[in-house]
T-cell receptor, first 113, second 115 residues
Framework: KQEVTQIPAALSVPEGENLVLNCSFTDSAIYNLQWFRQDPGKGLTSLLLIQSSQREQTSGRLNASLDKSSGRSTLYIAASQPGDSATYLCAVFIIQGAQKLVFGQGTRLTINP | GAVVSQHPSRVICKSGTSVKIECRSLDFQATTMFWYRQFPKQSLMLMATSNEGSKATYEQGVEKDKFLINHASLTLSTLTVTSAHPEDSSFYIC???????????FGPGTRLTVT
């Protein structure tokens, strides 16, 4: 059974710092991996999607990497801003058996002005 | 990206009543829609997967007679919480995708409060 773990569960950093969020998964048989952002009381906003054949994706100040063989992904946020404060969720799409997204528990990020 | 809407965004109902939540894909045809439940400070829990025109597939532990899912068209799925209890109070999020290897898009969520 695929399990997705995100570390740390919560992170608080001063504005302007670069930071890394971690995601690990137990089964490397994934089709893709997505990083989402969720603001309190809101739905999910997709940030980056990495196909299993890719190593990384970039969007603005965000860079996500994928190492499928080791079951790891990182989300790098450069020059953090208070508006980046949110919960960040990682999810892998499994295609064997139930074809669905499996989510991690999320990292609650707070950027302090 | 594609847009998924949910209605209502918030609903309050009394114990014992039923409440329906709608999920629509606005600019694409969704062959598959998903319903998730999220408790405070927790991740999303998949409740069921529905393919257009077929019966929904429920995850283990989810009562199919309590959470009725209908996916009657390629742009609309509904979740009906029947005989609601206070413990059904939660944040419900729907999601939709055009096909198996297409990206999955999420709605803004519906906050259900059962009094």
């Amino acid at each position: 059974k695929q399990e997705v773990t995100q570390i740390p569960a919560a992170l608080s950093v001063p504005e302007g710092e670069n930071l890394v969020l971690n995601c690990s998964f137990t089964d490397s048989a994934i089709y893709n991996l997505q990083w989402f952002r969720q603001d309190p009381g809101k739905g999910l906003t997709s940030l980056l999607l990495i196909q299993s054949s890719q190593r990384e994706q970039t969007s603005g100040r965000l860079n996500a990497s994928l190492d499928k063989s080791s079951g790891r992904s990182t989300l790098y946020i450069a020059a953090s801003q208070p508006g980046d404060s949110a919960t960040y969720l990682c999810a892998v799409f499994i295609i064997q058996g139930a074809q669905k997204l499996v989510f991690g528990q999320g990292t609650r990020l707070t950027i302090n002005p | 990206g594609a847009v998924v809407s949910q209605h209502p965004s918030r609903v309050i109902c009394k114990s014992g009543t039923s409440v329906k939540i709608e999920c629509r894909s606005l600019d694409f045809q969704a062959t598959t829609m998903f319903w998730y439940r999220q408790f405070p400070k927790q991740s999303l829990m998949l409740m069921a997967t529905s393919n257009e025109g077929s019966k929904a597939t429920y995850e283990q532990g989810v009562e199919k007679d309590k959470f009725l899912i209908n996916h009657a068209s390629l742009t609309l799925s509904t979740l009906t919480v029947t005989s609601a209890h206070p413990e059904d109070s939660s944040f419900y999020i729907c999601s939709a995708r055009q096909g198996l290897f297409y990206e999955q898009y999420f709605g803004p969520g519906t906050r259900l409060t059962v009094t």
